[in-house]
């Protein structure tokens, strides 16, 4: 089963598809970059009031980190539309993997927050290869 499958059973999200992934080596450690692009003919969902509307640009492309997979960071990579909304004039496009400006899923920031009941944060920063400030977000975000 490819990865992209695999996502598109557990992360499935509408309007988006998962496109080209790579395993890119930095720093001598694994991560795996997955693109993600707007569904042909779908319209950007406004983040101000929730409803759809007419695109108007594209911001470049940011890094979402998501669960790690057998100790390999995994990012998405997606350039957010911004949506000429009716009601709110021109806003950055709601994603369902992130919320507001954080750089981490959803899914991990939950993640990242149910093992750090069990664990110190520090350990558990240390554990999945991230930032301890990113487990600390997640746990009094989420």
């Known amino acids: 089963m490819r990865l992209k499958s695999i996502l598109n059973r557990i992360q499935l ?13 930095k720093a001598a450690r694994l991560l795996l970059e997955i693109e993600i692009r707007p569904r042909k003919g779908s319209r950007p969902i406004c983040s101000g009031c929730g409803k759809q509307g007419p695109g108007y640009d594209t ?5 979402f980190e998501f669960v790690p997979l057998w ?11 911004r949506v000429d909304c009716l009601d709110c ?23 990242l927050a149910k093992w750090a009941k069990r664990l110190s944060w520090k350990e558990r920063a ?9 487990v600390f977000r997640a746990v009094t975000d989420g």
């Open 13 to 25: 999200h509408h309007g988006i598809v998962y496109g080209t992934v790579r395993l890119v080596e």
């Open 59 to 63: 911001l470049k492309v940011r890094r």
């Open 71 to 81: 100790g390999i960071a995994i990012f998405f990579l997606y350039a957010r539309r």
């Open 89 to 111: 004039g021109i806003k950055v496009e709601s994603i369902p993997w992130a919320e507001g400006k954080n750089h981490l899923t959803t899914t991990y920031a939950w993640f």
């Open 126 to 134: 240390d554990a999945f290869h991230t930032k301890w400030d990113n």
